[in-house]
């Protein structure tokens, strides 16, 4: 049953949030949002019910990490990568993505560069990185190798979407790390 309260007041502060957020060009790179005017309560049932995520806290929802801690997780995301790729017998490098075998290996790598992509998007949005934090997330992945990989990323998942398609195959797997 839908919650009716939901397209009354929870869509729309959702819809300032992200409105409030929205680049608009050099002299609006990030959105602030000041003051709730004491509805902390009310955004807390917004963000929880918006997530889908009713059982847990809206602060584990919506509050984010410090920067120090989402470069940790990015270091340990792309050891992981790097990790499968050696275990795989291969090297972490762009043209080596080609060379796992089997549909099984390929979604392991896709999972896994989700979440490498994921963290470096979410490293992206922080207006408060200094230039040292700057340079050690270049140093995890480089720029140019990040952009490589995310070539071979998106080749792999097509061609995986495209076989499925061809054999008919469910791939509920494939379709879940597409």
């Given at each position: 049953m839908k919650n009716p309260a939901f397209d009354v007041w929870v869509k729309p502060l959702i819809q300032a949030f992200s409105?409030?957020?929205?680049?608009?060009?050099?002299?609006?790179?990030?959105?602030?949002?000041?003051?709730?005017?004491?509805?902390q309560d009310a955004v807390d049932t917004a963000i929880?019910?918006?997530?889908?995520?009713?059982?847990?806290?809206?602060?584990?929802?919506?509050?984010?990490?410090?920067a120090p801690v989402v470069i940790e997780k990015y270091r340990e995301a792309v050891a992981a990568m790097e990790r499968y790729m050696t275990q795989s017998g291969l090297v972490c490098e762009p043209?080596?993505?080609?060379?796992?075998?089997g549909d099984t290996a390929r979604i392991e790598f896709i999972t896994r560069f989700k979440e490498v992509q994921r963290l470096k998007t979410q490293l992206?949005?922080?207006?408060?990185?200094?230039?040292?934090q700057k340079q050690t997330i270049n140093a995890i992945l480089p720029e140019d190798e990040l952009r490589s990989l995310r070539?071979?990323?998106?080749?792999?998942?097509?061609?995986?979407?495209?076989?499925?398609?061809?054999?008919g195959k469910d791939g509920s797997d494939a379709q879940d790390a597409i």
């Open positions: 409105r409030t957020n929205r680049v608009l060009n050099d002299t609006k790179p990030y959105g602030n949002i000041l003051d709730f005017r004491q509805q929880s019910l918006f997530s889908g995520e009713a059982s847990k806290p809206a602060k584990e929802i919506w509050l984010v990490d410090p043209q080596a993505v080609y060379n796992l075998k992206d949005q922080y207006t408060d990185i200094d230039e040292a070539g071979s990323y998106l080749e792999t998942a097509q061609r995986l979407k495209a076989q499925q398609g061809k054999t």
